[in-house]
């Protein structure tokens, strides 16, 4: 007969829990609400300049593939947040970055990386969204087949918004064939979001600036019949 409260209890912990995994951190122009329990943890710091705000986290180096032969593939779980707007405040053309991660592919090996996610713009229905990222060959030895380099990539849209949620995100690394194929993150290699921002006028200095132009009218009306 003590269950019922027990498995009340363990819920009510459970969505304590839940609730506390969502972190906030008002940046100035915007606010960012995410999600901490993935293996990329808290915001690894946020930047600005005279127009492009932004956020990002540092690849974690549990993030990589490593295969001899066989087809290996590995699946993690990017941080699902939502970016808003603060009063005074617009924000515009949204851009992800992912990279620099490093591939090794020797003896006929083969790597690939892709990134899906669900996206809403000011709480229309979520779109889902994937795409190969793109990689740069920097070193090679054709006779013995190796090949290293990098996955990288920036995705961008146009236009204004007031809130930008990203959810479900995942990240998969795929390696196989040949003698070796690896994948291999590490703490510099960023996920990064940025936009750009602009002031918007409070509405005191909108009714200041239609007064003056109201003024500078009935100025030159009376100027006109003057003359």
Do not use: C
Not at 3 to 20: C, D, E, F, H
Not at 101 to 119: D, L, P, Q, R, Y
Not at 168 to 195: P, W
Request: without cysteine; aromatic residues 10%.
């Amino acid at each position: 007969m003590q269950l019922k409260p027990a498995i009340a209890a363990i819920a009510l912990l459970s969505a304590v829990s839940a609730a506390s995994a969502l972190t906030m951190e008002n940046n100035g122009a915007y606010t960012v609400e995410y999600d901490e329990t993935t293996l990329f943890g808290g915001l690894s710091g946020s930047f600005t300049s005279a127009l492009e705000h932004g956020f990002n986290w540092n690849v974690p180096d549990d993030v990589q593939v490593v295969s001899d032969g066989g087809l290996v593939e590995m699946e993690f779980d990017l941080p699902s947040f939502t970016v808003t707007a603060n009063p005074g405040w617009a924000l515009s053309d949204p851009r992800g970055f992912l990279g620099q991660i490093v591939f090794t592919e020797f003896g006929g090996a083969f790597t690939s990386m892709s990134i899906s996610a669900e996206v809403s713009i000011d709480g229309a229905t979520a779109v889902t969204l994937g795409d190969t990222v793109d990689w740069q060959v920097t070193g090679s030895v054709p006779q013995i087949d190796y090949y290293t380099g990098y996955f990288a990539e920036t995705w961008s849209a146009t236009g204004g918004f007031t809130t930008l949620s990203v959810s479900n995100a995942t990240l998969t690394l795929t390696a196989e064939g040949g003698s070796l194929g690896a994948i291999t993150a590490q703490d510099q290699n960023q996920l990064r979001v940025s936009f750009n921002v602009s002031a918007v006028p409070e509405p005191e200095t909108y009714a200041m600036m239609l007064a003056g132009l109201g003024a500078l009218g009935w100025m030159a009306r009376r100027r006109r019949t003057q003359g």
